[in-house]
């Protein structure tokens, strides 16, 4: 058994787990409500304040580990019985208070909210608006704004207390990037999953007579360690899964299509990352028109596995919640049947007792480096500009990578106001790229060196020979 990053990963893990359980023995409609008392045994609550609270938090995520709540329309939920331990998000007096005759921060405040009681600042939390011009008033810095790390970690903006105190996400600025599922120190918020959806697809893939492929994320790199990816495909095959392919394939063809179309238009933002582009188009409109038309490296190997292979189906594993989102709103030209993450793939190995570590070695190489590159930041960009060098192009790429929506909001400011020596933008949510997604099974700064490494095994192959390999190579057969 793997040692998670925190409690709330394990507990994530235990329910999807449990509920993978019940879809390969079709006994869901039996067995889930026997899930919350299976894992929360009892007598003694272990987190919260009794195993009932616990259970009912439990029955929350089974629910949405099957899907959730259609009637949402955000792939992003919050569990309301799981969010009431957090601070209210308001602006507090600390101990640090002098209750100087200056008074500055009650002559800063614009609702009269801010009064000295003996000798210290008291705020009427009835009259303020939070509107911070307290804080830069006063001299010892002893108002402060408590914030709740969901909303600290949402750069969207998405996130706000609703009228009963519980996190409310709203769906005109969520770009569903997942950092507030990471953030929430108490697993009060959780991904959608179609774990339930891939199941069927793969047990009825005989039936109905299709195939269902994998394409695996460059991300994966070190993530089932000490496995090594070889022993992941051997397990997704053992899944039932047809055949295996890197989307890292699917990058090296966008990176080529791109080099074009960022030399026909002089400027352009890359398309791979859809929480990206959600971002851009909610909050730039006016400069929407910079994304790339090219489609995600996602996409570009699902139409390459289709156009090859008729009856296939495709699922996407990776390290992101935005792609489920993509999936779900049919953004994906009908290439991509379903998505998971690395979290639920690790949860569908072990709903089959499957130890990766232990099988022998299935060879997954298509891609070149610089296709494999595409998981962290700048990654993108250097395939781009590689991609132009290798068709003779004399024209020069001058990338901006951009990791983290406030590094992309100042790239689109300053190419709003015509400010610095750039023509392609890079953008990614995660801080770091995709090694650094809210689904990683491991959040380290050695993702990158993993990804490197992984890239380094495909020296001496440039995008071209990759993409001029993967259309000569026969179609797999049983």
């Known amino acids: 058994m793997r040692v998670f990053e925190t409690s709330v990963q394990e507990l994530k893990h235990d329910v999807l787990k449990s509920v993978a359980q019940l879809a390969w023995s079709d006994d869901l409609q039996s067995g889930i409500l026997d899930i919350p008392e299976k894992l929360i045994p009892g007598p003694e609550a272990r987190m919260r304040c009794c195993i009932y609270k ?61 009064t000295v009681v003996n000798h210290k600042a008291q ?136 080099a074009v179309e960022l030399e026909e238009k002089g400027m352009l933002a890359s398309s791979c990352c859809p929480a990206f582009v959600d971002y851009v188009q909610k909050n730039f409109p006016d400069q929407a028109h910079l994304i790339s038309d090219t489609p995600s490296p996602m996409i570009m190997i699902a139409r390459h596995i289709k156009q090859r292979d008729p009856s296939a189906k495709v699922v996407f594993i990776g390290p992101c919640v935005a792609k489920k989102m993509e999936v779900k709103l049919g953004k994906t030209m009908r290439a991509v049947d379903s998505a998971l993450t690395f979290e639920e793939l690790y949860a569908l190995f072990d709903s089959r007792d499957i130890d990766v570590a232990k099988l022998e070695f299935t060879d997954l190489d298509h891609a070149s480096g610089f296709g494999r590159s595409f998981a962290r930041s700048g990654g993108v960009a250097a395939a781009v500009v590689e991609a132009l060098k290798e068709r003779g192009s004399e024209f020069q790429a001058k990338p901006m990578p951009c990791s983290g929506f406030e590094a992309c909001k100042l790239a689109f400011l300053k190419a709003a106001k015509g400010v610095g020596d750039f023509n392609f933008i890079e953008g990614m949510a995660c801080e770091g790229g995709c090694v650094q997604g809210p689904a990683q099974l491991i959040r380290s700064n050695k993702n990158q060196g993993d990804v490197e490494r992984h890239a380094k095994q495909a020296e001496g192959r440039t995008i071209e020979s990759a993409i001029a390999e993967a259309q000569k190579a026969p179609i797999h057969e049983d």
């Open 54 to 114: 616990e259970r009912a938090i439990i029955s929350q995520r089974v629910k949405v580990a099957m899907g959730g709540d259609r009637t949402n329309p955000n792939l992003v939920e919050v569990l309301d019985i799981a969010c009431d331990e957090c601070p209210v998000t308001e602006i507090t007096v600390g101990p640090s208070c002098r209750g100087c005759i200056a008074t500055r921060c009650v002559h800063a405040c614009p609702k009269d909210a801010i």
């Open 123 to 258: 705020i009427d939390h009835k009259k303020c608006i939070t509107c911070g011009k307290c804080i830069a008033a006063c001299p010892y810095g002893a108002i402060e704004k408590k914030t709740r790390p969901c909303e600290r970690g949402c750069k969207a903006g998405a996130i706000s207390m609703g009228e009963n105190k519980k996190a409310f996400i709203d769906p005109a600025k969520c770009t569903s990037c997942g950092a507030c599922i990471y953030q929430c120190p108490f697993g009060a918020i959780m991904d959608k999953s179609f774990i339930v959806d891939a199941i069927q697809m793969l047990q009825g893939a005989d039936k109905w007579g299709f195939h269902v492929y994998a394409i695996v994320a460059p991300s994966v790199a070190g993530q089932f360690a000490p496995a090594e990816l070889g022993q992941v495909v051997t397990g997704l095959k053992m899944l039932g899964f047809y055949d295996v392919m890197e989307v890292a394939l699917g990058a090296d063809m966008t990176a080529k299509t791109e």
